[in-house]
């Protein structure tokens, strides 16, 4: 069946891959950035696909932005089934080292962004008595990992708002709510974070520095070898499969690798139904 689906962060990485499968699988597609100037490569993309696709301005840290945006779908296509939460930002830096003002703008891009798009689609959800919201979380929001504790923190804030409103939300008014888990994705995003730690004064000397040499050196081999990284593509198949499904999971990791990576987390549950069944059974029978 063909959904309305909304998704942000498309300027780069799996917001393309995204908005481009969406597309291809016969979906109308709403595929939204924060600064239009960068659609060529999402519209070069849509052109090799041979699909279309409507791009509109959306900032998920503009509560107008994000708003007025999702006004602009509903007046042209009349619903939205589904909102992809995919705008993010890394970073990579101790909590010593990061400012407050770091922690707040890490905090609003991935967390709060994905509250302000929540909000304004889930009065139709609730009226429609449908709709998917999918959050790209990561298994940075399951495991947490050296220097990443504020993405982390960010990345669990978005894990647990997810599930605590599939414990009622999902039962009461048929709406699904997906968090998607992956490893390494091959997009901007890792050198946006080594830009970022460039702008805000490099790595500091200080005695965190050589643990975070270690790491930084280690990320760059992880992302010449091995199975961490997938492409956008791969990770964009699996929200595909969730999408279309009529019992989509509430967390899914990408790959064997972040099914291994997170398993002392997820194997008991791996989709989280187990524990939505239990906050149930505890709190609202
Ligand atoms: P990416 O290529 O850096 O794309 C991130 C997207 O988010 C860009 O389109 C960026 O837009 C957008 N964005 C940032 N701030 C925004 C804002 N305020 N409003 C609207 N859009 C904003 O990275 P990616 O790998 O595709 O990341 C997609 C998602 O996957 C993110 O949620 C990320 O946390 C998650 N993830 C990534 C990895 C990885 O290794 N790459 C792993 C696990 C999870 P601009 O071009 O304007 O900056």
Same mark, same amino acid.
């Given at each position: 069946?063909?959904?309305?689906?909304?998704? +942000?962060?498309?300027?780069?990485?799996?917001?393309?891959?995204?908005?481009?499968?969406?597309?291809?699988?016969?979906?109308?597609?709403?595929? +939204?950035?924060?600064?239009?100037?960068?659609?060529?490569?999402?519209? *070069?993309?849509?052109?090799?696909?041979?699909?279309?696709?409507? %791009?509109?301005?959306?900032?998920?840290?503009?509560?107008?932005?994000?708003?007025?945006?999702?006004?602009?779908?509903?007046?042209?296509?009349?619903?939205?089934?589904?909102?992809?939460?995919?705008?993010?930002?890394?970073?990579?830096?101790? +909590?010593?080292?990061?400012?407050?003002?770091?922690?707040?703008?890490?905090?609003?891009?991935?967390?709060?962004?994905?509250?302000?798009?929540?909000?304004?689609?889930?009065?139709?959800?609730?009226?429609?008595?449908?709709?998917?919201?999918?959050?790209?979380?990561?298994?940075?929001?399951?495991?947490?990992?050296?220097?990443?504790?504020?993405?982390?923190?960010?990345?669990?804030?978005?894990?647990?708002?997810?599930?605590?409103?599939?414990?009622?939300?999902?039962?009461?008014?048929?709406?699904?709510?997906?968090? %998607?888990?992956?490893?390494?994705? *091959?997009?901007?995003?890792?050198?946006?974070?080594?830009?970022?730690?460039?702008? *805000?004064?490099?790595?500091?000397?200080?005695?965190?520095?050589?643990?975070?040499?270690?790491?930084?050196?280690?990320?760059?081999?992880?992302?010449?070898?091995?199975?961490?990284?997938?492409?956008?593509?791969?990770?964009?198949?699996?929200?595909?499969?969730?999408?279309?499904?009529? +019992?989509?999971?509430?967390?899914?990791? *990408?790959?064997?690798?972040?099914?291994?990576?997170?398993?002392?987390?997820?194997?008991?549950?791996?989709?989280?139904?187990?524990?939505?069944?239990? %906050?149930?059974?505890?709190?609202?029978?």
């Amino acid at each position: 069946m063909s959904k309305v689906i909304l998704i +942000t962060g498309c300027s780069s990485g799996l917001g393309i891959s995204l908005a481009v499968q969406s597309a291809r699988a016969g979906h109308r597609v709403y595929a +939204t950035m924060r600064n239009l100037a960068k659609r060529d490569a999402l519209d *070069t993309a849509a052109s090799d696909a041979g699909v279309s696709i409507d %791009v509109l301005q959306l900032d998920v840290q503009d509560t107008v932005s994000v708003d007025v945006c999702v006004d602009a779908v509903l007046n042209d296509a009349g619903r939205i089934d589904v909102l992809i939460n995919n705008a993010g930002a890394g970073f990579v830096r101790s +909590t010593e080292q990061a400012s407050e003002a770091d922690v707040q703008w890490v905090m609003d891009v991935n967390f709060m962004g994905v509250v302000r798009c929540v909000k304004a689609v889930i009065p139709h959800f609730r009226k429609q008595r449908s709709g998917h919201v999918v959050s790209i979380s990561s298994v940075g929001g399951l495991v947490g990992q050296p220097f990443n504790e504020i993405y982390c923190g960010a990345k669990f804030a978005v894990e647990g708002y997810m599930e605590a409103m599939a414990s009622y939300i999902s039962p009461s008014f048929g709406i699904n709510f997906t968090v %998607v888990e992956p490893g390494g994705i *091959t997009s901007e995003f890792a050198s946006s974070v080594l830009k970022q730690v460039e702008e *805000t004064g490099g790595m500091l000397e200080d005695e965190y520095l050589p643990i975070l040499q270690k790491y930084v050196g280690g990320s760059q081999n992880r992302q010449s070898g091995g199975d961490i990284y997938q492409t956008a593509d791969e990770v964009a198949q699996v929200v595909m499969g969730c999408i279309a499904s009529d +019992t989509p999971p509430i967390r899914t990791r *990408t790959s064997q690798w972040g099914e291994a990576f997170c398993g002392l987390k997820t194997d008991l549950d791996p989709d989280g139904k187990k524990l939505q069944h239990h %906050v149930i059974a505890q709190f609202l029978s």
